[in-house]
């Protein structure tokens, strides 16, 4: 493949030598000064300096080929953003990839329709309350553009799902059950599977479900 990065920070930079190490052709753009310096002196001509908002930077990294993937990296959403809508409004760029410094901003990418999007933040706060038992139901992972979401459940001896098997229960439209944990081993959640207080649930589903499914299987 053939790959842009946008930010030579450390992500940008770890992302890069990955990259080659597998064998991929890249362009690595970095606009701060010292940081470009410390980097050409690893990457060499696969790094250029600017800023990758700026078109004749971008086209100076070989935007127009297209590249196969458009990695926006940088330490700031608003660059990252409008680095997508280039490569992919300007120059189709088939595959863009964003990070998301502030998750406050998710939803800035998503009305731009910019997908997939890695937001550090959102995913160790997802790990965080997978470890806090209070936390009943945990989004584990969007895929924004399938318009699904998978989610964790934790079921205790007070829901009213405890002791059903999964054929029995009600779930809404658009929502299915993944697979079961339980005692530390996982199983695929078939019809014939009976809940039991303890089990950690993983279910699949539409956007906006998540109360039915929260009263399907935690509140009468």
């Not at 250029?48 to 196969?68: K, N």
């Not at 088939?94 to 731009?112: E, G, S, T, Y």
Request: glycine share 8%.
């Amino acid at each position: 493949m053939y790959v842009i990065v946008a930010g030579g920070g450390k992500v940008g930079a770890n992302v890069a030598r990955s990259l080659m190490r597998l064998g991929h052709e890249l362009t690595l753009i970095e606009q701060r000064r010292d940081r470009f310096e410390r980097l050409e002196d690893e990457f060499e001509h696969q790094v250029q300096r600017g800023d990758a908002t700026e078109l004749f930077v971008l086209e100076r990294a070989g935007i127009a080929r297209p590249p196969d993937i458009v990695l926006a990296l940088t330490g700031d959403d608003e660059d990252n953003m409008v680095i997508c809508q280039l490569a992919k409004e300007k120059y189709g760029v088939p595959k863009v990839i964003a990070r998301v410094n502030d998750p406050r901003n998710q939803a800035h990418f998503d009305l731009l329709g910019i997908s997939p999007t890695i937001c550090a933040t959102s995913s160790i706060m997802a790990m965080v309350e997978h470890e806090v038992p209070e936390h009943e139901l945990i989004h584990l992972l969007e895929l924004r553009k399938e318009n699904l979401e998978i989610v964790e459940v934790q079921i205790d001896r007070d829901s009213p799902s405890a002791g059903k098997r999964v054929e029995k229960l009600e779930l809404p439209e658009g929502a299915r059950l993944i697979s079961v944990m339980r005692e530390g081993k996982a199983e695929i959640a078939v019809g014939s599977t009976t809940l039991e207080a303890g089990d950690q649930v993983l279910a699949i589903l539409e956007p906006g479900k998540e109360d039915e499914l929260r009263r399907v299987l935690l509140r009468a």
